[in-house]
Protein backbone atom coordinates (compact mmCIF):
# COMPACT_ATOMS: atom_id res chain seq x y z
CA UNK A 1 0.00 0.00 0.00
CA UNK A 2 1.51 3.87 -1.31
CA UNK A 3 1.77 6.16 1.57
CA UNK A 4 1.62 9.74 0.30
CA UNK A 5 3.02 12.74 2.71
CA UNK A 6 2.20 16.18 0.98
CA UNK A 7 3.62 19.77 2.10
CA UNK A 8 3.87 23.14 0.68
CA UNK A 9 0.84 24.65 1.86
CA UNK A 10 0.62 27.84 3.60
CA UNK A 11 -0.57 31.93 3.56
CA UNK A 12 -0.18 33.48 0.28
CA UNK A 13 -1.57 36.84 -1.25
CA UNK A 14 -4.06 36.91 -4.14
CA UNK A 15 -1.65 36.76 -7.27
CA UNK A 16 1.06 34.82 -5.40
CA UNK A 17 2.62 31.17 -5.65
CA UNK A 18 3.18 28.38 -4.23
CA UNK A 19 4.39 24.92 -4.76
CA UNK A 20 2.68 21.73 -3.48
CA UNK A 21 4.79 18.58 -3.00
CA UNK A 22 3.87 14.91 -2.32
CA UNK A 23 5.94 11.83 -2.03
CA UNK A 24 4.73 8.39 -2.00
CA UNK A 25 6.51 5.70 -0.48
CA UNK A 26 5.45 2.01 0.25
CA UNK A 27 4.87 1.01 -3.51
CA UNK A 28 5.62 1.00 -6.91
CA UNK A 29 5.13 4.77 -7.72
CA UNK A 30 5.13 4.66 -11.19
CA UNK A 31 2.32 2.26 -11.68
CA UNK A 32 -0.21 4.79 -10.21
CA UNK A 33 -2.00 8.02 -12.02
CA UNK A 34 -0.73 10.63 -9.34
CA UNK A 35 -3.64 13.65 -8.56
CA UNK A 36 -4.60 16.79 -6.51
CA UNK A 37 -7.74 17.12 -4.99
CA UNK A 38 -9.09 20.19 -3.19
CA UNK A 39 -12.24 20.95 -0.32
CA UNK A 40 -13.34 23.96 0.63
CA UNK A 41 -15.51 24.18 3.53
CA UNK A 42 -18.82 23.20 3.33
CA UNK A 43 -18.31 22.17 -0.21
CA UNK A 44 -17.25 18.70 -1.74
CA UNK A 45 -13.77 17.40 -3.00
CA UNK A 46 -13.50 18.39 -6.48
CA UNK A 47 -10.26 17.97 -9.03
CA UNK A 48 -7.34 19.98 -9.59
CA UNK A 49 -5.26 18.15 -11.77
CA UNK A 50 -4.06 14.44 -12.89
CA UNK A 51 -1.25 12.64 -14.51
CA UNK A 52 -0.58 9.50 -15.30
CA UNK A 53 2.36 7.09 -15.83
CA UNK A 54 2.68 7.97 -18.96
CA UNK A 55 2.88 12.26 -18.16
CA UNK A 56 -0.95 12.92 -19.64
CA UNK A 57 -2.52 15.25 -17.70
CA UNK A 58 -6.08 16.61 -16.70
CA UNK A 59 -7.07 20.01 -15.39
CA UNK A 60 -10.38 20.97 -13.25
CA UNK A 61 -11.64 24.00 -15.17
CA UNK A 62 -11.20 26.47 -12.70
CA UNK A 63 -7.21 25.96 -12.65
CA UNK A 64 -6.54 25.83 -16.04
CA UNK A 65 -3.82 27.92 -17.34
CA UNK A 66 -2.34 28.66 -13.72
CA UNK A 67 -2.04 25.52 -12.28
CA UNK A 68 0.57 22.56 -13.35
CA UNK A 69 1.42 19.24 -12.44
CA UNK A 70 4.68 17.42 -13.04
CA UNK A 71 5.79 14.29 -11.39
CA UNK A 72 9.57 12.90 -11.15
CA UNK A 73 9.13 8.98 -10.87
CA UNK A 74 12.80 8.92 -9.64
CA UNK A 75 12.08 10.40 -6.50
CA UNK A 76 8.09 9.01 -6.17
CA UNK A 77 7.35 12.83 -6.06
CA UNK A 78 4.43 14.26 -7.57
CA UNK A 79 4.35 18.67 -7.86
CA UNK A 80 1.45 20.62 -8.17
CA UNK A 81 2.77 24.39 -9.19
CA UNK A 82 0.32 27.18 -8.50
CA UNK A 83 -0.06 30.31 -9.85
CA UNK A 84 -2.25 34.10 -9.91
CA UNK A 85 -3.54 32.54 -6.47
CA UNK A 86 -7.27 33.83 -5.86
CA UNK A 87 -8.82 33.44 -3.04
CA UNK A 88 -11.23 30.90 -4.45
CA UNK A 89 -8.44 28.18 -4.39
CA UNK A 90 -8.59 28.30 -0.34
CA UNK A 91 -8.71 24.77 0.44
CA UNK A 92 -7.03 21.91 1.60
CA UNK A 93 -5.32 20.12 -1.03
CA UNK A 94 -5.06 16.33 -1.14
CA UNK A 95 -2.62 14.33 -2.75
CA UNK A 96 -4.14 10.95 -4.49
CA UNK A 97 -2.70 7.80 -6.25
CA UNK A 98 -4.79 5.67 -8.03
CA UNK A 99 -4.27 2.17 -9.60
CA UNK A 100 -6.47 -0.59 -11.25
CA UNK A 101 -4.81 -3.27 -9.16
CA UNK A 102 -3.98 -1.00 -5.79
CA UNK A 103 -7.43 1.08 -5.64
CA UNK A 104 -6.52 4.50 -4.39
CA UNK A 105 -4.81 6.18 -1.66
CA UNK A 106 -5.12 9.80 -0.14
CA UNK A 107 -2.76 11.95 1.63
CA UNK A 108 -3.58 13.73 4.89
CA UNK A 109 -3.77 16.82 3.18
CA UNK A 110 -2.46 21.05 3.65
CA UNK A 111 -4.06 24.17 4.09
CA UNK A 112 -3.58 26.27 1.31
CA UNK A 113 -5.41 29.82 1.86
CA UNK A 114 -5.49 32.65 -0.13
CA UNK A 115 -6.06 36.03 1.08
CA UNK A 116 -7.93 38.99 -1.04
Known amino acids: QVQLVESGGGLVQAGGSLRLSCVAS????????MGWYRQAPGKQRELVAI???????QYGDSVKGRFTISRDNAKNTVLLQMNSLKPEDTAVYYC??????????WGQGTQVTVSS
Open 26 to 33: GSIFVIYT
Open 96 to 105: NAASITRGQT
Open 51 to 57: INNGGST
